[in-house]
DNA sequence: ACAATATGGAAAA
DNA sequence: TTTCCCTATTGTA
């Protein structure tokens, strides 16, 4: 599940069930167990994202890093009325404290498990993993100028850049292959080729596209016309709920104009997009030259 | 039972 | 550029 939007929605939950109370930490899997004696007891401040990353704010200008990775997942639970044992190989458990104060607030705790990184680290480390990031689309001091400065420059797959946490940061492979096809770009296309009107839609998109994302804790990009029940066609049954244009559905159909959705491999991961709505770059300039075919492996038309 | 796969990225070579 | 890691779930034998 871990694309930007997922990390975002974790530290506004995070926040809201964990801030300004104390926290017993442990790590029952060993993992993380050094650190997590030194924080047990602290007060969690709050918790932020960026791109994929997550901080959890402890007192003391301590911040536990956590990055899911592709298989991590980071489960928060407010107001329980008694905390379960950990199920699984649990790397970082917060559960609250009771307080005699005027917190009125249950038992919150929090399980994370699988994910790729969890560390202790300081305010200069974190200025440093946060200095590396492009801009993120969730965030609202984002400079999305940044990411076109480089893009524009660049004559790698815009399906790659699209990808790439120092050019853009919280894009993954769900919403690369979407946002791609609601903009009619094939993935491969060279970033240079783009028109900056192109990248500032594909920004606005991201933009919308995100924040929806963290409100659903889910990936929708399918526009109302094309959803299940305005097109009479069954909805998205295979795994994670959302509806979607192209992302793993090799084979089927295009929602848009019934072409066979194709796949291909970009940067080590799945690229999906659709041959009629998303024409190759090359195919265009070859209509126009009608000259030589292509050379050049990966995914093609 | 075992293998493959997954919305990711760092470290090694 | 390749290898490796994290864990859970799904598919194949």
Same mark, same amino acid.
Request: charge should be positive.
């Given at each position: 599940?871990?694309?930007?939007?997922?990390?975002?929605?974790?530290?506004?939950?995070?926040?809201?069930?964990?801030?300004?109370?104390?926290?017993?930490?442990?790590?029952?899997?060993?993992?993380?167990?050094?650190?997590?004696?030194?924080?047990?007891?602290?007060?969690?401040?709050?918790?932020?994202?960026?791109?994929? !990353?997550?901080?959890?704010?402890?007192? !003391?200008?301590?911040? =536990? !890093?956590?990055?899911?990775?592709?298989?991590?997942?980071?489960?928060?639970?407010? *107001?329980?009325?008694?905390?379960?044992?950990?199920?699984?190989?649990?790397?970082?458990?917060?559960?609250?404290?009771?307080?005699?104060?005027?917190?009125?607030?249950? /038992?919150?705790?929090?399980?994370?498990?699988?994910?790729?990184?969890?560390?202790?680290?300081?305010?200069?480390?974190?200025? *440093?993993?946060?200095? %590396?990031?492009?801009?993120?689309?969730? %965030?609202?001091?984002?400079?999305?100028?940044?990411?076109?400065? @480089?893009?524009?420059?660049?004559? @790698?797959?815009?399906?790659?850049?699209?990808? $790439?946490?120092?050019?853009?940061?919280?894009?993954?492979?769900?919403? +690369?292959?979407?946002?791609?096809? +609601?903009?009619?770009?094939?993935?491969?296309?060279?970033?240079?080729?783009?028109?900056?009107?192109?990248?500032?839609?594909?920004?606005?998109?991201?933009?919308?596209?995100?924040?929806?994302? =963290?409100?659903?804790?889910?990936? $929708?990009?399918?526009?109302? *016309?094309?959803?299940?029940?305005?097109?009479? +066609?069954?909805?998205?049954?295979?795994?994670?709920?959302?509806?979607?244009?192209?992302? %793993?559905? /090799?084979?089927?159909?295009? !929602?848009?104009?019934?072409?066979?959705?194709?796949?291909?491999?970009? =940067?080590?991961?799945?690229?999906?997009?659709?041959? +009629?709505?998303?024409? /190759?770059? @090359?195919?265009?300039?070859?209509?126009?030259?009608?000259?030589?075919?292509?050379?050049?492996?990966?995914?093609? /038309?």
């Amino acid at each position: 599940m871990p694309e930007g939007h997922t990390l975002r929605r974790l530290a506004d939950d995070l926040t809201a069930a964990f801030a300004g109370r104390a926290v017993r930490v442990s790590s029952p899997q060993g993992r993380f167990a050094t650190e997590a004696a030194q924080l047990d007891g602290s007060t969690v401040v709050g918790a932020d994202s960026a791109g994929k !990353h997550l901080f959890v704010d402890l007192d !003391h200008d301590r911040f =536990v !890093h956590v990055h899911l990775g592709l298989i991590g997942a980071f489960d928060v639970h407010a *107001e329980v009325e008694e905390v379960p044992a950990p199920v699984g190989a649990v790397r970082l458990r917060l559960v609250t404290v009771p307080d005699a104060g005027s917190d009125k607030r249950g /038992t919150a705790y929090a399980d994370l498990r699988g994910a790729i990184l969890c560390d202790l680290v300081g305010p200069a480390r974190r200025d *440093e993993i946060l200095g %590396r990031l492009g801009p993120d689309p969730l %965030r609202s001091d984002a400079e999305p100028d940044l990411a076109w400065r @480089r893009i524009s420059r660049s004559p @790698r797959p815009i399906g790659d850049l699209l990808m $790439d946490q120092k050019v853009l940061a919280g894009v993954g492979n769900v919403y +690369r292959a979407e946002v791609l096809f +609601r903009h009619r770009i094939h993935p491969l296309r060279p970033g240079n080729t783009l028109r900056v009107g192109q990248w500032r839609s594909i920004w606005a998109d991201l933009v919308g596209l995100m924040a929806e994302g =963290v409100r659903a804790n889910r990936i $929708d990009t399918v526009r109302p *016309e094309h959803l299940p029940e305005a097109m009479g +066609r069954a909805p998205r049954q295979d795994d994670h709920g959302g509806e979607v244009y192209v992302y %793993r559905r /090799t084979g089927m159909p295009c !929602h848009v104009c019934g072409s066979t959705v194709r796949t291909g491999e970009l =940067v080590g991961r799945n690229i999906f997009w659709c041959p +009629r709505c998303q024409p /190759t770059f @090359r195919s265009r300039a070859v209509q126009s030259a009608s000259k030589d075919a292509g050379a050049s492996g990966g995914a093609q /038309t």
